[in-house]
C-alpha cells in the first residue's frame, strides 16, 4: 500500500482563493518532504524542499509567497497555493525521504484547476 | 542541452512485446539511475535503482546502465496492458533517497491487447 498519502487528489476552486495539499509519510518519519509540479508531458519540476521544524527551500522562480509550505510534524506537510490563479493550475506532487531505506516515495499527486 | 534527454513518445505496442525505453544525459556526475513508472495523474512508482554499468534485472524489468556513453535503457520482457503507464528516468550525484534527482520527460507507453 501507498506510504505517502497525498490529498485531495483533485481540487477545482475559483481565482483569488487558497487552497492546501497535505503530504503525509504513514509508516515512517520523514524530517524531509518535497514539492513538485508536473505539466502535461513535462518533466517533474521540483519547487520546494520542506525541513520539519525550519524554513522551506525554495528552487529559482518558485515564489515564496505564492506557494507557503509548512512542516509541522515528521509525518506531515503542506503545501497552500495563495490567491489561485488559472496559470497555477496545474499537477502537484509530494514526495518523502525515508531515511531507513534511503528512497523517495510519491505520493498520489493533486490535480489543480484554479477557475 | 538539457541534463537528461527522454523521448516523450507515445510508444505504441502488442501485448507480449519487448519494449525498451531509453534516457540520455550529459552530466558525468550522475551516478545513480532509476526509473519510475506513473499511472495518469498518479505519483511516481520506482522501479528499478542501479548504481554501476551492467544490467539489473528484477522479473520482466532490466535496467541498463552504459556510464561510457551516458545512455541509461529500461527493457519490459513479455509486456502486459497493466504496464501502460508514463516511464520516468530519473538520476542524481548521491542516490535514490537524494532530493537532487533530474527526471527525464517521461515516455508514454501504451501496451494494446
Known amino acids: 500500500g501507498a506510504v505517502v498519502s497525498q490529498h485531495p487528489s483533485r481540487v477545482i476552486c475559483k481565482s483569488g482563493t487558497s487552497v492546501k495539499i497535505e503530504c503525509r509519510s504513514l509508516d515512517f518519519q520523514a524530517t524531509t518532504m518535497f514539492w513538485y509540479r508536473q505539466f502535461p508531458k513535462k518533466s517533474l519540476m521540483l519547487m520546494a524542499t520542506?525541513?520539519?521544524?525550519?524554513?522551506?527551500?525554495?528552487e529559482q522562480g518558485v515564489e515564496k509567497d505564492k506557494f507557503l509550505i509548512n512542516h509541522a510534524s515528521l509525518t506531515l506537510s503542506t503545501l497552500t497555493v495563495t490567491s489561485a490563479h488559472p496559470e497555477d493550475s496545474s499537477f502537484y506532487i509530494c514526495?518523502?525521504?525515508?531515511?531507513?531505506?534511503?528512497?523517495?516515495?510519491f505520493g498520489s499527486g493533486t490535480q489543480l484547476s484554479v477557475l | 542541452q538539457k541534463e537528461v534527454e527522454q523521448d516523450p513518445g507515445p510508444l505504441s505496442v502488442p501485448e507480449g512485446a519487448i519494449v525498451s525505453l531509453n534516457c540520455t544525459y550529459s552530466n558525468s556526475a550522475f551516478q545513480y539511475f532509476m526509473w519510475y513508472r506513473q499511472y495518469s495523474r498518479k505519483g511516481p512508482e520506482l522501479l528499478m535503482y542501479?548504481?554501476?554499468?551492467g544490467n539489473k534485472e528484477d522479473g520482466r524489468f532490466t535496467a541498463q546502465v552504459d556510464k561510457s556513453s551516458k545512455y541509461i535503457s529500461l527493457f519490459i520482457r513479455d509486456s502486459q496492458p497493466s504496464d501502460s503507464a508514463t516511464y520516468l528516468c530519473?538520476?542524481?550525484?548521491?542516490?535514490?533517497?537524494?532530493?537532487?534527482?533530474?527526471f527525464g520527460k517521461g515516455t508514454k507507453l501504451s501496451v494494446i491487447p
Open positions: 542501479t548504481y554501476s554499468s
Open positions: 520542506s525541513n520539519e521544524g525550519s524554513k522551506a527551500t525554495y
Open positions: 514526495s518523502a525521504r525515508d531515511p531507513r531505506r534511503e528512497k523517495l516515495f
Open positions: 530519473a538520476m542524481s550525484r548521491s542516490g535514490a533517497g537524494s532530493y537532487q534527482l533530474t
